[in-house]
């Protein structure tokens, strides 16, 4: 709905409380600040928490962040909010902080399903304490360079979400190994994401000119010995560009281990994927 048209709404229409998010959900409204509530009821702003306390028990609608609210569509009542993938875009524009979907949860949209995400993973410029929204739970990591991470738009309830797209989710499961569950796990994702469609190997190498040389070599490796992805010479540039100390393969594992003198890295555990 066109923006100026749904402000005249906003202020010219009196809704009741117990009525709200069926209004909300039949003019496509997605989230709600506040003020615009209080516009819609016809209340000062301070009497608005009251006034929702009922359809909040009723879970017909749910607190995103303080002064935005949500409507909760009939389907995902038993979950008290609507899905992640439907909220994460009014919740971070509200708290005005650059974001993409990353992680085991980007890989999803990707194709690599293997695993299903416990958490719903995200980038974000600048740390935030992880956030339960319904059932869904948030868990926020700072990520340098957010700025030049590649991105897909996936399309939510509330317009599209920026999602890492296969190149930067590679580097960042290969970076963030802690993040989704360890090794082996990394290799199950990269080699499900490689199996899905095979990434963009120069655009893979100029991303990785951000990463780390431990993500880089790592990602190598293991496309290398995992995966039917060839021509990895780009990124074994980059990987050769970057500090001449040898990275470890696991980063939470000790430092006793052969070395891979092609990808510079000391093979400090046996991988064993499960796919």
Not at 62 to 75: F, H, I, S, T
Not at 89 to 101: E, F, G, S
């Amino acid at each position: 709905m066109d923006n100026k048209i749904l402000h005249e709404q906003f202020h010219n229409e009196r809704v009741k409380a117990s009525e709200l998010t069926a209004w909300l959900l039949a003019h496509g409204i997605s989230s709600v600040t506040t003020d615009e509530v209080a516009a819609l009821l016809g209340i000062p702003k301070n009497q608005v928490p009251q006034r929702l306390a009922a359809p909040q028990k009723r879970k017909e609608i749910v607190l995103l962040v303080n002064g935005l609210w949500a409507p909760v569509p009939p389907e995902y009542k038993a979950w008290g909010a609507p899905p992640a993938i439907d909220i994460i875009d009014p919740l971070m524009r509200r708290l005005n902080i650059a974001y993409y979907v990353g992680w085991l949860s980007a890989a999803v949209y990707l194709g690599a399903s293997h695993h299903a995400p416990q958490v719903f993973q995200v980038a974000v410029s600048y740390g935030r304490r992880a956030r339960t929204v319904g059932r869904s739970r948030f868990q926020f990591y700072k990520r340098d360079h957010i700025d030049l991470a590649v991105t897909i738009k996936i399309e939510s309830k509330s317009g599209f979400v920026p999602v890492s797209n296969r190149e930067t989710t590679l580097l960042d499961i290969a970076d963030g190994i802690g993040f989704i569950g360890g090794i082996d796990n990394a290799a199950n994702l990269i080699i499900e994401l490689c199996e899905a469609s095979p990434p963009d190997i120069k655009e893979l190498a100029l991303l990785a000119a951000h990463y780390p040389a431990s993500a880089v070599r790592r990602l190598g490796f293991l496309m290398e010995h995992f995966t039917n992805v060839s021509a990895l010479e780009p990124l074994k540039a980059i990987s050769d560009s970057k500090n001449t100390s040898v990275s470890l393969l696991d980063p939470h594992t000790g430092s006793i281990g052969t070395v891979d003198k092609y990808w510079n890295l000391k093979i400090n555990r046996e991988v064993s994927p499960d796919i």
